[in-house]
């Protein structure tokens, strides 16, 4: 019983991260994006931070199904490609719609960095969830 209230609120801390971050990281683009002067609605950046993380899901799903096999490099190898491939694209466009070269290169290396070490707050958060539920119930946890 202990154990399914540990998954029930890992699955909506995980749930309400992902949309705390969507909505939160958005804003936050747009602001950016509004001080630099880069031709962006908001309706575009809620899409492109929402596309973005795809990547990301599909890291944290590849690394929790291998978990047990795979150690921490499978981990970087995904974030490496399918992160840093998301962030380098949001970037792209942030910088590409940036009129001052200089303010785009700036707005693309802060989206980019943010989306990046979103992941890894991610990733470090499951582990300290999954190794609670681990210690209360270590038969049902791998």
């Known amino acids: ?27 936050f683009f747009f602001a950016l994006a509004y ?4 031709k ?10 929402g ?3 795809f990547g990301t899901l599909l890291c944290m799903f590849l690394s929790t199904l ?6 921490d ?3 970087y190898a995904t974030w490496g490609v399918l992160g840093v491939s998301s962030a380098v694209r949001m970037g792209y466009i942030f910088l590409e ?8 290169v700036t707005v693309a290396a802060i989206v ?19 190794e609670a539920a681990a210690k209360i119930n270590p038969i049902h946890v791998r």
């Open 97 to 104: 719609r940036t009129a001052v070269r200089k303010q785009g």
């Open 112 to 130: 980019a960095s943010v989306h990046l070490l979103f992941i890894l707050y991610l990733k470090f958060v499951y582990h300290k969830t999954y």
């Open 40 to 49: 962006i609605s908001a309706i575009e950046v809620l899409s492109l931070c």
């Open 66 to 71: 291998l978990m047990a096999s795979a150690s």
């Open 73 to 75: 490099l499978f981990f």
């Open 35 to 38: 001080f630099c002067d880069t």
């Open 51 to 53: 596309y973005g993380l």
């Open 1 to 27: 019983l202990e154990f399914r209230r540990v998954l029930s609120d890992l699955s909506s801390g995980i749930n309400a991260e992902y949309g705390g971050y969507w909505v939160g990281a958005s804003c």
